[in-house]
């Protein structure tokens, strides 16, 4: 990092490392912080499942977004972001109603802490990602997240970390105004090194399932976010609604898409409007391959795993619609590269990025195949590097 004269600090994004935070908070609010962090999360299979009660395999990232915190003696939260070069502030006691920035994600967190029984104190915080934001690679629920627990600890707070899971969710439901499952929040909690997690999104029970270390997995960005992104995803939440209430009056118990089956949903396609049926054929399917998935990934049965990544792209884009032109080429440039097991796009859709599951030794040539390919066709450079999943929340360790 190179910092300018005191007082006309100006930061190089690029050489930016989170362990200059410290410093730059420092200089900012005067104090020693606390640093914490939370880290996003790429989705391997299970897309669109977990607002239908259903599974998703996601991993935490080892890209993060970390949050410095020193306590104030007052009940005023002063906020920095690095990456937006932008603050906001406000009083505990009356935080803001939502303005449609990124102060929302800040104010609905303390809100819905409050909300659910804890007592915040008044603090500095200064926050700095190393994620793209807005890439599907879930910067908001880093963010959300980090900045929880931050709170939480300088509270003096006790951190259970699946209410603050739940806790952050809600303040992206009621306070952002987005409608998003529990994934997000929940891999950013409890995210394990090397690993992802098999997690259902009804009872919240999860699995540990190891990443081979004979294969890696590679996140090519598009560098497109289509602005239909948060419109479309609400529409699809009704449409899956839609689908539910149809299917429950001719299906016992059944109460999300989660409760369907496939051959289940073919008997009963006539009762559904053709757009209807084919939103739910996704989720349905969706669900049995994240669970065939895990098996495959259990066995080393890399191919499959690969072609179970295939036929989740495909469904997401000619059954539930939420791929685009740059996603599908990305998927495509990805699965004739050699040693490429399958690709798919993961995260809400309509740009953001294509996850592949790449073979160990063929990793590193893998951006050299793919992105020249890309940005000849789209005139977009993308951003492609191999993932290693880390842990979820805590203490940053440098
Ligand atoms: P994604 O979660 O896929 O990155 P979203 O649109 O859900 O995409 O969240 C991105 C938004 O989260 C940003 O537009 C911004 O409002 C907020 N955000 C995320 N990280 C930061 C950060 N470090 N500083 C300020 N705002 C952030
Ligand atoms: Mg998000």
């Known amino acids: 990092m190179k910092l300018g004269n005191q007082g006309t600090d100006r930061i190089d994004m690029q050489t930016l490392d989170a362990k200059d935070l410290p410093l730059l908070f420092q200089r900012r609010f005067g104090a020693e912080p606390l640093v914490f962090r939370a880290p996003g999360r790429v989705n391997l299979i299970g897309e669109h499942t977990d607002y239908n009660d259903g599974f998703v395999l996601p991993a935490a990232l080892d890209l993060s977004t970390y949050a410095a915190i020193a306590r104030r003696s007052d009940g005023v939260i002063r906020i920095h972001s690095v990456n937006l070069n932008s603050d906001f502030s406000f009083d505990l006691d009356q935080p803001q109603s939502r303005v449609g920035a990124w102060s929302d994600y800040i104010c609905g967190v303390a809100v819905e802490l409050e909300k659910s029984g804890y007592r915040l104190l008044g603090a500095d915080i200064m926050v700095f990602s190393t994620l793209p934001m807005g890439s599907g690679l879930s910067a908001s629920a880093a963010l959300e997240v980090a900045v929880g627990y931050a709170l939480l600890n300088v509270s003096g707070e006790e951190i259970d970390l699946l209410d603050l899971a739940k806790i952050c969710q809600r303040a992206e439901n009621n306070f952002v105004g987005m409608r998003c499952g529990i994934m997000d929040q929940f891999i950013s909690c409890h995210g ?66 989660r409760d369907v089956g496939v051959e289940q949903l073919e008997e009963h396609a006539a009762r559904l409007p053709a757009t209807i049926l084919k939103r739910a054929r996704h989720v349905v399917t969706e669900n049995a391959r994240a669970l065939a998935a895990v098996a495959a990934l259990e066995a080393r ?43 798919r796009m993961t995260g809400g859709g309509f ?45 940053a360790i440098f």
């Open 192 to 257: 394990v090194e090397g690993a992802a997690l098999l997690l259902d999104c009804r009872s919240l029970e999860h699995r540990t399932v190891r990443i081979d270390p004979s294969v890696r997995i590679v996140i090519c960005n598009t560098m497109v976010h289509h602005q239909l992104a948060s419109s479309e995803y609400t529409q699809r939440r009704r449409e899956c609604e839609e689908a539910v209430a149809l299917l429950s009056s001719s299906i016992e118990g059944v109460t999300a898409l």
């Open 301 to 343: 049965d890399f191919a499959e795993f690969g072609q179970l990544m295939n036929a989740s792209h495909e469904s997401l884009r000619n059954d539930y619609n939420v791929s685009c032109a740059e996603l599908d080429l990305m998927a495509e440039l990805a699965r004739a590269v050699p040693g490429v097991y399958g690709a």
């Open 351 to 395: 740009g953001g990025c294509v996850v592949a599951l790449v073979e160990a030794s063929a990793a590193a040539h893998f951006a050299d195949a793919v992105g020249p390919a890309y940005e000849k066709a789209t005139n977009l450079s993308p951003m492609i590097f191999t993932c290693f999943p880390g842990p979820g929340a805590g203490p």
